[in-house]
């Protein structure tokens, strides 16, 4: 089970910080990642990934603005976004995505197969 919390509305320049927990799992082969659409049925974006050993991944239009941390447990990953944009908005889902052994979740989260969460509305006005 992945659970978002998080969202909401803010002005262009505010920030805004998300969290998703995934639960239910004694797998540790998934990759925890921030997922957007900015309109109903337009393109899914990758927003932002870690690997186990800390590499960061963002979608190249929120680097330097969001930054994606995770709790000890591993079993959480925050999305700070920061200085947002109108451009920003969009409904936010949280994916534990598998990834087997090996493999990293900069590569994994490309072709997201896993368990999704509901979403959570982002909303920047400017």
């Known amino acids: 089970q992945v659970v978002e919390s998080g969202g909401g509305s803010a002005q262009a320049g505010e920030s805004l910080r998300l969290s998703c927990t995934a639960s239910g799992s004694s797998s540790s082969n998934y990759c925890l990642a921030w997922f957007r659409r900015r309109a109903p049925g337009s393109e899914r974006e990758g927003v932002a990934?870690?690997?186990?050993?800390?590499?960061?991944h963002y979608l190249d239009s929120v680097k330097g603005r969001f930054a994606a941390s995770k709790d000890n447990n591993q079993n959480t990953l925050h999305l700070l976004m920061n200085a947002l944009k109108p451009e920003d908005t969009g409904m936010y889902t949280c994916a534990a995505v598998w990834c087997p052994r090996y493999y990293t979740c900069g590569y994994c989260w490309t072709d997201p197969k896993g368990v999704w969460g509901q979403g959570t509305q982002v909303t920047v006005s400017s």
């Open positions: 990934t870690l690997d186990s050993d800390g590499t960061q």
